[in-house]
């Protein structure tokens, strides 16, 4: 059998060059299983054991204290579907042409000739499962672009963005291509619960597993059990238990996870990985989310939008209550995951996160080029970025941003190959956690060779950015989102006028 195999790999090699192919059986029956959990709209400041005083989060809390929480983990990107592109592919998004969060309906997608870690571990051996927010295409479950099967999971339980119409009693998960119609339940509490029956009843118990449980919380449209939400008070009218209570019920699905990995004896096997996608909403209805001590919030380049929590757990590899300040980012979890299951990371394209396993054992880590992120429709005027060490380069592009919207324009595109970089702005970040203080008239040296490493990045990464056609946003979720707004203000209308 195991010739077999080979023989396969040899000729998929020669009929796909391009393709990575990992061996078709596990290398050692000591690998360890993983899991990536990664929440929505998770602030820096928003869990207790990075410094919230309100929010509740014990499940989360525990979790660090037994476990390596990172003070320096950024996400990929500062905005949803970006972030998630730049987890699975190990590449910055911008590279795979995912420029902004992806509609429902929009043409933009992770394209087929991208290699995701699931496929990687997926050819490795690994049993794989997906829960919760995929975001990684717009005609999802539908034909014309690869669908999470087709990037590397046995078993897919999951919504394209939010679950609609909020996150109480959707009707929008599929599971396997098969939609599942109107639930009963909360978000975070339907996504444990089908991770719990997968890990216990529908897993292949001969492999190791990767599971990527993608919880919606605490993004909008918010919706928090009344036992949650009562933890927390607030005037009249305010949000802010409805937020609080979010982050918590969230914590209580994650707890209830952790405790079925325990139940099946599974907890001292696998290497857990918990993070967010971006920075804190802090929207009008809910402007409640946490960046802590950093600058501004989600979809801005500054800290606030790009550094996350990150908390690491591995027995025997991770020593508990430990803490680093090494900055790691979400393009990270691609090669250190190749390494952890002992597995070649793909040679075939570039790369742009690095291999963090070292740090885990207490060891520096090999970076050869900054952290860099870039979104042309950032809040904030400065669109790109890198840090290197202590060091962080912001610079502005020479293009107006694009007007919020999820369409797509001729226009963004051409400034997507087009752009130059202008307005530079520097910060000892090691030092200046806030942003505070720009840098850039005092060291010159530093600038000018930030200045020529951003440069490199940014026409590499321009050069090899697709292009997409123009599409108009199609509002899907907005419209349902709108009408279910209305019928709930009809009935409460009608509750208050009745005798």
């Excluded at 029956?197 to 009344?226: G, N, Y």
């Excluded at 963090?356 to 090999?366: A, F, M, T, Y």
Aim: aromatic share 8%.
């Amino acid at each position: 059998m195991r010739s077999f195999s080979l023989a396969l790999a040899v000729l998929a090699s020669l009929f796909f060059p391009n393709r990575f192919t990992a061996a078709a059986e596990p290398t050692s029956p000591e690998r360890p299983n993983i899991m990536v959990v990664l929440c929505d709209d998770l602030g820096y400041g928003d869990l207790a054991c990075y410094g919230h005083t309100v929010i509740q989060s014990p499940h989360i809390d525990r979790f660090a204290q037994e476990g390596l929480k990172l003070t320096n983990c950024y996400a990929a990107h500062p905005n949803c579907s970006p972030s998630r592109t730049g987890l699975m592919t190990g590449r910055t998004p911008f590279r795979v042409g995912v420029y902004n969060w992806i509609p429902m309906l929009s043409p933009m997608h992770v394209r087929k000739r991208e290699i995701t870690i699931a496929t990687l571990l997926r050819q490795a051996g690994y049993a794989t499962c997906h829960v919760g927010k995929w975001h990684l295409n717009g005609m999802f479950n539908m034909v014309g672009q690869p669908q999470p099967s087709d990037h590397g999971f046995d078993h897919w339980f999951s919504t394209q963005n939010n679950a609609l119409p909020t996150h109480e009693n959707p009707f929008n998960f599929v599971r396997n291509a098969k939609p599942v119609g109107p639930l009963q339940g909360y978000s975070s509490q339907l996504v444990a619960d089908e991770a719990e029956e997968w890990l216990t009843q529908l897993r292949d118990k001969e492999k190791p597993f990767f599971m990527f449980v993608c919880f919606h919380e605490p993004h909008e449209p918010i919706a928090s059990a009344e036992r949650f939400r009562k933890l927390y008070t607030a005037p009249e009218g305010s949000t802010l238990p409805a937020h609080h209570g979010n982050v918590t019920q969230m914590d209580d699905a994650f707890g209830r996870i952790l405790k079925t990995l325990d139940e099946q004896q599974l907890r001292d096997r696998t290497l857990i990985i918990f993070t967010s996608d971006n920075g804190p909403a802090i929207t009008r209805r809910h402007p409640h989310g946490s960046s802590g001590p950093l600058r501004d919030k989600k979809g801005a380049t500054y800290e606030g939008g790009i550094r996350v929590p990150g908390i690491i757990q591995w027995p025997d590899h991770v020593r508990p209550g430990s803490t680093s300040d090494v900055p790691v980012c979400g393009v990270d979890i691609l090669p250190t995951l190749c390494a952890v299951a002992g597995i070649p990371a793909p040679a075939d394209r570039v790369l742009d996160g690095t291999n963090i396993l070292p740090l885990l054992e207490g060891n520096p880590i090999q970076r050869k080029k900054p952290l860099y992120w870039q979104f042309n429709r950032a809040k904030n005027d400065a669109k790109v970025a890198i840090r290197d060490g202590e060091w962080k380069l912001l610079a502005k592009l020479n293009v107006p941003s694009p007007k919020p919207s999820g369409g797509i324009t001729i226009e963004e595109i051409d400034a997507v190959k087009n752009a130059k970089l202008e307005g530079f702005e520097l910060y000892h970040i090691q030092s200046d956690i806030a942003e505070t203080t720009d840098r850039s008239e005092s060291e010159q040296e530093i600038l000018e060779k930030m200045k020529r490493q951003m440069q490199a990045i940014f026409e590499e990464v321009q050069a090899e950015a697709p292009r997409w056609p123009a599409w108009e946003f199609a509002r899907y979720e907005g419209k349902i989102l709108s009408e279910y707004y209305r019928k709930q203000e009809a009935a409460e209308k009608k509750k208050k006028n009745q005798p």
